[in-house]
């Protein structure tokens, strides 16, 4: 199973969707990392993605992007193959 970052807040609804869908594709590890708690991870967050909106959410090296592009991905077939890859 390849790594899972996911940028996130506390209180983000689609931050916990995203985690909800990766979690139905058995996904059992998600590193989040809550910008809200540590301001510096948001500029991190900013500089990586060139996005300013969570979740961001990486696999392995690859930016999917947010909670659209993941659910995007995975209606596309996408996503399994980005998970089993590893």
């Not at 590193?31 to 991190?44: F, G, N, Q, V, Y």
């Not at 090296?61 to 659209?68: K, L, N, P, S, T």
């Amino acid at each position: 199973m390849p790594k899972i970052v996911m940028y996130s807040t506390q209180v983000c609804p689609y931050c916990q969707m995203a985690e909800r869908l990766l979690r139905q594709r058995g996904v059992q590890e998600i590193e989040k990392i809550l910008i809200d708690k540590d301001p510096a991870r948001r500029e991190e967050m900013m500089t990586r993605t060139g996005r300013r909106t969570v979740p961001q959410i990486y696999i392995d090296d690859r930016h999917v992007g947010g909670y659209d592009d993941l659910s995007a991905l995975d209606r596309a077939g996408g996503l399994l193959p980005l998970l089993q890859a590893a």
